[in-house]
């Protein structure tokens, strides 16, 4: 990654988890200097591991474990500008969240939102594709509870998900208790997403159709789309294979048609940043190897599959010949 891009979120979506600590009488200031927040940031836009580092300080600070979660209770969407606004005035929840999708990145950069739908079940998931933004536990549970709001909005204020999973390793949404999600949480999971019926998505969400809704919406994923291709070639790359290791294929090839290039003319963009595939693939691989090393009980034959390594062996070599060490003298080393 170009050593000065950084991830980016628009800085208004502090307004609320600010609102939240100024409420509760926390030192907001001594907040911003931990997260190493200025003034001038709160201007456009915000570094993501700022305002990642803002709700970890945040919730120790107020010593509110769940308050990720709290603070994604009352988020308003009017914090995400035109994109917050053309959501709530969509005709039906799945039309809503589709929008919500394609134009995240209008709003947050290197990050991944989905909506996948598998018989009666839709899947609403959320990351960040950057291994290095860590731990990132409220920033997870603040915008999953932002989608549960949303979802709650069209389906009543009794409904509750069928499940939650969570990538870090423990939660106090586990304890189920009638601030978070009343529901069975799976914490230590690829992911971080809820788990709904399938047929909520077409319930009504707008008081009426907003006749520019169809519009707006292509107007701003456009914006949304410009905005990720603005981004260096290495980057993009970077994010489709965060995005892809352990789910999809992520062959030359298929990450080059996913950015819109031949494989020809990837390798030549990439060899004018400095940089070759196979570099980028081995350092994204070893970025997951090492974030999962550190998981307690996951053993190395499930790193080595998800990571597409035929074999353990072949992991091994590929960790030490990058790392120095192999993954169990690198887990006994590194504190987690």
């Not at 950084?6 to 100024?22: F, Y």
């Not at 060899?271 to 009980?297: H, V, Y």
């Amino acid at each position: 990654m170009p050593h000065n891009y950084q991830p980016r979120i628009s800085a208004t979506t502090l307004n609320d988890p600010l609102r939240a600590v100024e409420f509760m009488n926390g030192n907001s200031a001594s907040i911003f200097r931990s997260a190493r927040i200025s003034p001038e940031d709160l201007d456009g836009e915000i570094g993501l591991k700022k305002f990642v580092d803002f709700c970890e300080h945040a919730a120790n600070d107020l010593e509110l474990p769940d308050f990720g979660w709290r603070v994604g209770t009352v988020f308003d969407l009017q914090n995400l500008g035109l994109l917050g606004e053309f959501i709530k005035q969509a005709p039906t929840l799945g039309a809503a969240l589709l929008l919500f999708r394609n134009a995240f990145p209008a709003v947050q950069s290197d990050s991944e939102m989905r909506l996948t739908v598998e018989a009666d079940k839709a899947f609403l998931t959320y990351r960040i594709l950057d291994t290095g933004i860590w731990p990132r536990q409220q920033d997870a549970e603040l915008t999953l509870s932002v989608f549960n709001s949303l979802i709650k909005s069209a389906s009543g204020p009794d409904w509750r998900p069928e499940l939650l999973t969570l990538e870090h390793e423990s939660s106090a949404l586990q304890a189920q208790n009638t601030a978070g999600p009343r529901c069975p949480v799976q914490v230590a999971a690829p992911s971080n997403t809820l788990v709904f019926s399938s047929c909520l998505l077409d319930l009504p969400l707008a008081g009426r159709e907003n006749p520019a809704f169809k519009e707006a919406s292509l107007q701003i994923v456009k914006l949304a789309r410009q905005s990720e291709r603005a981004a260096p070639v290495t980057v993009r790359v970077r994010r489709e294979l965060l995005m892809r290791i352990g789910r999809e294929n992520f062959e030359q090839t298929t990450v080059a048609s996913a950015l819109g290039m031949s494989r020809r003319t990837l390798r030549r963009r990439l060899a004018d940043e400095g940089q070759r595939f196979s570099r980028l693939l081995a350092d994204c691989r070893m970025e997951i190897a090492k974030r999962m090393l550190l998981t307690p009980g996951v053993q190395l034959q499930a790193i080595s599959e998800m990571l597409g390594y035929s074999e353990v062996s072949a992991f091994e070599r590929a960790f030490r010949q990058q790392e120095g060490a192999t993954p169990s003298q690198y887990r006994k080393q590194t504190p987690v």
